[in-house]
Protein backbone atom coordinates (compact mmCIF):
# COMPACT_ATOMS: atom_id res chain seq x y z
CA UNK A 1 0.00 0.00 0.00
CA UNK A 2 1.44 2.96 -1.34
CA UNK A 3 0.74 6.42 0.28
CA UNK A 4 1.45 9.92 -0.93
CA UNK A 5 3.61 12.05 1.20
CA UNK A 6 2.11 15.83 0.88
CA UNK A 7 4.99 17.62 0.74
CA UNK A 8 5.14 20.72 3.55
CA UNK A 9 7.48 23.53 2.71
CA UNK A 10 9.18 24.20 -0.27
CA UNK A 11 12.49 25.87 -1.41
CA UNK A 12 12.96 28.97 -2.45
CA UNK A 13 12.07 27.65 -6.35
CA UNK A 14 9.69 25.13 -5.53
CA UNK A 15 8.02 28.16 -3.92
CA UNK A 16 8.06 30.72 -6.78
CA UNK A 17 6.36 27.44 -8.96
CA UNK A 18 3.84 26.69 -6.44
CA UNK A 19 2.88 30.81 -6.27
CA UNK A 20 3.07 30.69 -10.14
CA UNK A 21 6.64 33.41 -9.82
CA UNK A 22 10.15 34.24 -10.20
CA UNK A 23 12.32 33.00 -8.01
CA UNK A 24 13.75 36.33 -8.39
CA UNK A 25 10.45 37.40 -6.91
CA UNK A 26 10.26 34.85 -4.08
CA UNK A 27 13.85 36.29 -2.50
CA UNK A 28 12.42 39.69 -2.83
CA UNK A 29 9.50 39.06 -0.41
CA UNK A 30 11.31 36.58 1.66
CA UNK A 31 13.88 39.94 2.15
CA UNK A 32 10.86 41.96 2.58
CA UNK A 33 9.35 40.00 5.26
CA UNK A 34 6.24 39.36 3.10
CA UNK A 35 6.65 35.59 3.71
CA UNK A 36 9.15 33.77 6.23
CA UNK A 37 11.24 30.84 6.15
CA UNK A 38 13.19 28.83 8.28
CA UNK A 39 17.16 28.24 7.78
CA UNK A 40 18.94 25.14 7.89
CA UNK A 41 22.15 23.61 7.54
CA UNK A 42 22.40 26.72 4.42
CA UNK A 43 19.13 25.40 3.06
CA UNK A 44 16.05 27.23 3.29
CA UNK A 45 12.11 26.41 4.21
CA UNK A 46 9.18 27.71 3.07
CA UNK A 47 6.25 26.08 4.60
CA UNK A 48 3.34 25.36 2.50
CA UNK A 49 0.97 27.05 5.15
CA UNK A 50 2.88 30.63 5.07
CA UNK A 51 2.13 30.67 0.85
CA UNK A 52 -1.06 29.25 1.06
CA UNK A 53 -1.43 32.14 4.31
CA UNK A 54 -0.32 34.19 1.61
CA UNK A 55 -2.71 33.77 -1.15
CA UNK A 56 -5.29 34.25 1.35
CA UNK A 57 -4.23 37.77 2.15
CA UNK A 58 -3.15 36.82 5.12
CA UNK A 59 -0.80 38.76 7.68
CA UNK A 60 2.47 38.17 8.25
CA UNK A 61 2.32 38.53 11.89
CA UNK A 62 -0.74 36.70 12.09
CA UNK A 63 0.11 32.85 13.97
CA UNK A 64 -0.12 30.13 11.38
Known amino acids: MSREIE ?3 F ?3 E ?3 YLGISDKTVRK ?4 G ?6 YGG ?3 IAKA ?4 FLAGGS ?3 EL
Not at 29 to 32: N, P
Open 43 to 45: RTF
Open 29 to 32: MLKD
Open 34 to 39: VIRCVQ
Open 7 to 9: QAA
Open 11 to 13: NQL
Open 60 to 62: KDE
Open 15 to 17: AAQ
Open 50 to 53: ELDK
